[in-house]
């Protein structure tokens, strides 16, 4: 073997972890649901900001936020910008979250270790 050529799959040795089974319906199905929940809340809570506009109590950005601090909540913005964001936000903390459980970020950090040339994308 010449170079940075791999001819043949190299077989990691000392990891002897167990990794975990779980249902991606499950997850698939929650994440879903939990979706349609926050878009549900998103619109709620801009009838509400409507509701205390009307009435002299100002919108949801100013009232919901805490003094002293700029953060922005996604909460507060319209639901078609969202949710994209938001839903991206889960799934990638649901795609850490499986690998974290399941010993791949494990492994994959030990394949880097052992092959510096093998970059890992990260959420």
Known sequence: MSGNNINEPEVLTGHT???????I??????????LTRIEALIRQLDD?????FGIGGDVANHWAMRQGHSF??????????????ITRNIDCSIWRDL???SGMLTLMDAEVT???LIS???C
């Not at 509400?48 to 205390?52: E, F």
């Not at 909540?73 to 949710?83: E, T």
Request: glycine share 4%.
């Open 17 to 23: 972890g167990v990794i975990c089974s779980t249902s």
């Open 25 to 34: 319906e499950r997850i698939v199905t929650g994440r879903n649901a939990a």
């Open 48 to 52: 509400v900001s409507q509701l205390t």
């Open 72 to 85: 922005d909540c996604w909460l507060v913005q319209p639901v078609d910008k969202a949710m994209p964001v």
């Open 99 to 101: 690998m974290l459980k």
């Open 114 to 116: 052992c092959s510096p």
């Open 120 to 122: 890992t994308p990260r």
